[in-house]
């Protein structure tokens, strides 16, 4: 059984940076696809970003386009965690934060497709 546990969020200013752990156990990060996800109040689950491996030692990633250049995702094999490193960050960014996991290493932005998830962690942005 997957069990995944995020950590790392908090209360920051607008412009400021995060960053977000995603602690695995049950299976390694790098046979899975590993996504984050964020619900922002009042809104639906959507997609942030992605990850998975794509060679021996080599990691593709996919982000949401209203992320994109601001966050960057990454995994640690030895700590079997994977990251969100979030940089100049925004108001709107202010959700609850989702780590999710999938059977096989193909990427997909959509919920439905991640078997496995955390309990989530909060961010704020303030203004």
């Known amino acids: 059984q997957v069990q995944l546990v995020e950590s790392g969020g908090g209360l920051v200013q607008a412009g400021g940076s995060l960053r977000l752990s995603c602690a695995v156990s049950g299976r390694t990060f790098a046979s899975n696809a590993m996504g984050w996800f964020r619900r922002a109040p009042g809104k639906e689950r959507e997609f942030v970003a992605a990850i998975t491996r794509s060679g021996a030692s080599a990691y593709y990633a996919d982000y949401a386009d209203s992320v994109k250049g601001r966050f960057a995702i990454s995994g640690d094999n030895a700590k079997n965690t994977v990251y969100l490193q979030m940089n100049s960050l925004k108001p709107e960014d202010t959700a609850v934060y989702y780590c999710?996991?999938?059977?096989?290493?193909?990427?997909?932005?959509?919920?439905?497709?991640?078997?496995?998830w955390g309990q989530g962690t909060q961010v704020t942005v303030s203004s």
């Open positions: 999710a996991a999938r059977r096989g290493l193909g990427i997909t932005h959509t919920m439905a497709d991640y078997e496995y």
